[in-house]
């Protein structure tokens, strides 16, 4: 009796993280998003049954002694996006770009294969979602038409391939977009997590193969996350994020994985009319428009990746209009928010929670470091006396829940950032062993330490019953 073979199941897979679900559902319950469960078939299967493995080929195991040389690079020639990579790409490597829609991530693409191929290096942009009138017409606002930058337009990755191997490899290949490639071997919809993961391990194996660097451009989902993450981001070998506020000028170019380099760098670029401009010192753009005679202002001395960076943190402490105190905070965390206002409470007696409190961190930087909670600290002490802190002087340290503050790592070279931007002084904790000439450091022990430097000393000044 002939056996029979077991049927194969269909199964549901999340778009939006990949989780897979044996049958259809509203909610994600990995994910919690809605309505992104999409129905794929099984691959069909190999030889009927179960194929026979063949002996294996033993390898060599080296020890963690082994010397390998530094892997060599290749410039763009943009500063900004070569300081991110590491200093420049890989041949062979695969990067993920991400960003919101017309955040500039395919301007940022087009610049940095100009840039290169205007060395004599090889470029291909390989567009899935523009015309080539429409790539050159971007190119042309920029100034870029006359740069040797091969263009085409196409989304079956067998026809991608096959054009790629007409000629030798490119130093660089760009793929705008990802989620518009797609391959005739898997019944499934462009831009599902099946066409998406088939398509970029066909990419990434390419460039292995013949050492071109790779560069995929992606989409975001509603809370800022790369579509398919879990299927594209553990393929590639560097994930980049394109941030930036519809509102301001500048874009920030981050690094949250890198096999080749510092994680969390970033590189600062100001949005213009005739594309990206490497922004080389971003504390300049940053305080640029300070109004340091303000109350609740204060300068965080911060440290994104080896980057010193200064931003201004703004704080706005007014009276409830309603029973229920407002908070609203942009480019900080809200949580973070909530513990130093109970700190403020608990530990210097001021009534700052039952009032509204709004905290802005300026120009629409993220900043995700605990150090900046000593300035977001003194700068609501400043909004809530309504008096202003001493000008040219910055603000780093991290508070506890007990209300010590407590140094952060890398003091010397935040101060020297702040010394070369004409700040003369700096509050930084206790046990800061940091000097830098022609800087007067004052420390503070406690949180409570800061209420002289904010005004808040005053009896005037109404305290906690």
């Not at 120009?363 to 309504?386: H, T, Y």
């Amino acid at each position: 009796m002939k056996k029979k073979m077991p049927k194969a199941s269909i199964t549901f897979v999340c778009q939006s993280c990949g989780a897979t679900h044996t049958k259809w559902a509203g909610k994600c319950a990995e994910c919690g998003a809605w309505n992104s469960l999409v129905e794929e078939a099984p691959p069909p299967p190999l030889g009927g049954g179960a194929r026979k493995r063949g002996r294996g080929r033993p390898f060599a195991l080296e020890d963690l002694k082994t010397l390998d040389k530094e892997p060599p690079r290749r410039p763009t020639g943009i500063a900004e996006f070569d300081r991110v990579c590491g200093g420049g790409l890989v041949p062979g490597s695969a990067l993920l770009i991400g960003g919101d829609p017309g955040i500039g991530k395919s301007t940022l693409v087009l610049q940095a294969l100009a840039s290169f191929a205007r060395t004599g290096g090889s470029a291909v942009y390989i567009s899935g979602e523009e015309a080539m009138a429409q790539v050159r017409l971007r190119a042309g606002r920029m100034g870029l038409a006359d740069d040797p930058v091969r263009l085409g337009t196409a989304t079956n990755i067998e026809d991608i391939l096959a054009t790629l191997d007409t000629s030798d490899p490119p130093g660089i290949l760009v793929i705008d977009s990802i989620q518009t490639i797609w391959t005739g071997a898997i019944d499934a919809a462009p831009g599902t997590v099946a066409q998406l993961r088939t398509a970029s391990y066909d990419l990434v194996r390419y460039a292995k193969s013949s050492g071109a660097c790779l560069l995929l451009i992606g989409h975001v989902t509603k809370d800022g996350q790369i579509a398919g993450p879990k299927a594209v981001e553990h393929l590639v070998d560097a994930v980049l994020y394109f941030e930036g506020e519809r509102g301001h000028h500048f874009r920030i170019l981050r690094s949250v994985k890198n096999r080749f380099g510092p994680t969390d760098e970033i590189g600062v670029f100001e949005m213009t009319g005739t594309g990206l401009a490497e922004v080389a010192n971003p504390s300049e753009l940053f305080l640029g428009d300070r109004n340091s005679a303000s109350p609740g202002n204060a300068v965080f001395a911060g440290l994104e990746g080896t980057r010193p960076l200064l931003v201004e943190i703004q704080a706005l402490v007014a009276d409830a209009a309603y029973g229920t105190p407002r908070r609203a905070v942009v480019g900080w965390d809200s949580g973070r928010l909530a513990m130093i206002l109970a700190v403020l409470d608990s530990r210097c007696g001021l009534g700052v929670s039952g009032h509204d409190v709004y905290l802005n961190v300026a120009g629409g930087l993220k900043v995700g470091e605990p150090a900046a909670d000593i300035a977001a600290a003194a700068a609501l002490m400043s909004s809530f006396s309504g008096k202003a802190l001493p000008p040219d002087t910055a603000f780093f340290g991290e508070i506890s829940l007990s209300g010590d503050v407590r140094p952060p790592p890398q003091a010397e070279l935040r101060l020297k950032e702040a010394a070369k931007l004409g700040f003369t002084g700096a509050v930084v904790a206790e046990g800061c062993r940091a000097q830098i000439d022609g800087m007067t450091l004052r420390t503070v022990r406690q949180v409570a330490d800061l209420m002289a430097i904010a005004g808040c000393d005053d009896d005037k000044i109404r305290r906690k019953p």
